[in-house]
């Protein structure tokens, strides 16, 4: 199973609502990504997980609160969002975080959310 | 300075034709990868091309790098329909210490008539 799934896949929300994504992968990797990403622009990471723990933060807003319950799950708490959060948020995973070379990282198909 | 600079930004071909990448980056680099999106989808990994290595194939692919003058080349071979993509070179820093993070190029839109 080489899959990232992602769940949900469109999500529309307002700025006073809560709202969680969650992505699953069951390939055994230890280092999981959020990314965001604006309509013509490259992915720009969030977080990294690293064996469950939190090992980067990119500076970002305290309205998205990442959260790794377990090694095959990831879950982006969403609270209080703007407008200009619209955009495809992306999850991945890669086998190994500690290797001296980075690898493959393997992306979900994403979740397309709207905040009005 | 932005690490990960494609060209060009857009590139239209007719099916049958080959289609090339560039790619520029600023640091040293462990390895440089190749990835595709399909409109608003998730990214997909194309091939990953070790420092130490200079060119690599895979399939229709051909992918250099000359670290040299820190850039990379991405060729598609006789190009399809299916090709139709934007395509992001990603590289890691070789010495950062932020482990796991890649840096994604600007893209290019890549755009294949039947």
Not at chain 1, 104 to 116: A, E, H, I, M, S
Request: aromatic share 8%.
């Amino acid at each position: 199973d080489t899959e990232v799934t992602q769940t949900p896949k469109h999500l529309v929300m307002g700025m006073t609502n809560k709202k969680s994504l969650k992505c699953e992968q069951h390939m055994g990797h230890r280092a999981m990504y959020w990314y965001k990403q604006k309509a013509k622009k490259p992915p720009e990471l969030m977080f990294v997980y690293s064996y469950e723990k939190l090992s980067i933060n990119e500076s970002v807003p305290s309205r998205f609160s990442p959260e790794c319950p377990n090694s095959s799950l990831l879950n982006l708490h969403l609270h209080a969002l703007q407008p200009e959060d619209s955009a495809l948020y992306l999850c991945a995973s890669s086998q190994d975080p500690l290797a001296d070379v980075k690898e493959t990282q393997y992306f979900g198909p994403g979740t397309r959310l709207l905040v009005l | 300075s932005q690490q990960g600079e494609e060209d060009p930004q857009a590139l239209s071909i007719q099916e049958g034709e080959n289609a090339t990448m560039n790619c520029s980056y600023k640091t040293s680099i462990n390895n440089l990868q190749w990835y595709r999106q399909n409109s608003g989808r998730g990214l997909v990994h194309l091939i990953l091309i070790r420092s130490n290595e200079r060119e690599k194939h895979s399939g229709r692919l051909r992918v250099t790098l000359d670290t040299s003058k820190k850039s990379s080349s991405l060729l598609i071979t006789a190009s399809r329909a299916a090709d139709t993509a934007s395509y992001f070179c990603a590289t890691d820093d070789a010495g950062g210490t932020s482990y796991g993070k890649l840096t994604f190029g600007q893209g290019t839109i890549l755009t294949v008539h039947p």
